[in-house]
């Protein structure tokens, strides 16, 4: 089975007065990415964190391999999600952020240098490792906090 994100009918209201969601249906394939646009206001950062686990809604499903997410917390649903303002360790260097999440996994040294070799490549800081964050572009940092 493909893993797969699934929202029906998500409804999510901020007092009685402003309703932010409204009857949002989404299905996504393992894989995609997904970039939510739109105006100021209009429930963006609100839906991603949602899907992370972060804010409740009001009404509606989330199914990830057909099992709800409803009662999952978000540090065991294992979603990435890039906060308007991210946060990087200043004392440590491109690839030790990178590896922060996989150590506190307790992954093994040579599966964490696998795979922040992977996430470099991908998002094109290959050979950026040992560069101290201040040494990076806003969006270089931005692609560190997204590895």
């Known amino acids: 089975m493909e893993d797969e994100l699934i929202l029906q009918d998500?409804?999510?209201?901020?007092?009685?007065?402003?309703?932010?969601?409204?009857d949002v249906n989404l299905s996504l394939a393992r894989g995609t990415k997904l970039s939510v646009l739109g105006p100021s206001g209009c429930g963006k950062t609100s839906l991603l964190r949602i899907i992370a686990g972060l804010e409740s809604f009001d009404s509606g499903r989330i199914l990830f391999n057909g099992r709800s997410l409803a009662q999952i917390p978000s540090h065991r649903r294992n979603f990435g999600y890039m906060f308007q303002d991210f946060a990087l360790f200043p004392h440590m260097n491109v690839f030790e952020n990178v590896a922060f999440g996989l150590k506190m996994k307790r992954r093994s040294g040579k599966d964490i240098v696998t795979r922040v070799d992977e996430m470099l490549e991908l998002t094109g800081l290959e050979g950026y490792g040992r560069r101290s964050i201040y040494e990076l572009s806003g969006g270089e940092r931005q692609r560190v906090a997204l590895a």
């Open 10 to 22: 998500i409804n999510k209201s901020y007092g009685r007065d402003i309703l932010m969601l409204r």
